[in-house]
């Protein structure tokens, strides 16, 4: 099992930042990729980012490319959702996910974090 723990959402006003943090623990981290899906009220999933640990490959979603970046610590197994540039339809909760696959992060990934909100205001 892998646990996924997010923190870092709030309320912002649009053109500010937020960073998320997605600390994860349990089976060896190293083993597993990494992203960050988002879902607001009466919409659909929607991919955000993605990170591929063993190679450093980062995907970002097309509707954020840009404006959002992935990263990771690995001495602190934490990996980061750094957004800039928020937009009030940047409004979701934002969920930290954890895959063996790195295609799987992308749409169905196996583990997934609590959730964090993250609020933009107009």
């Known amino acids: 099992q892998v646990q996924l723990v997010e923190s870092g959402g709030g309320l912002v006003q649009a053109g500010g930042s937020l960073r998320l943090s997605c600390a994860a623990s349990g089976r060896t981290f190293g083993n597993y990729d990494m992203g960050w899906l988002r879902q607001a009220p009466g919409k659909e999933r929607e991919f955000v980012a993605a990170?591929?640990?063993?190679?450093?490959?980062?995907d970002i979603g097309g509707s954020v490319k840009g404006r959002f970046t992935i990263s990771r610590d690995n001495a602190k197994n934490t990996v980061y959702l750094q957004m800039n540039s928020l937009k009030p339809e940047d409004t979701a909760v934002y969920y930290c996910?954890?895959?063996?696959?790195?295609?799987?992060?992308?749409?169905?990934?196996?583990?997934w974090g609590q959730g964090t909100q993250v609020t933009v205001s107009s």
């Open positions: 996910v954890a895959d063996k696959l790195y295609s799987r992060v992308l749409s169905i990934p196996t583990y």
């Open positions: 990170l591929s640990w063993s190679s450093g490959r980062t």
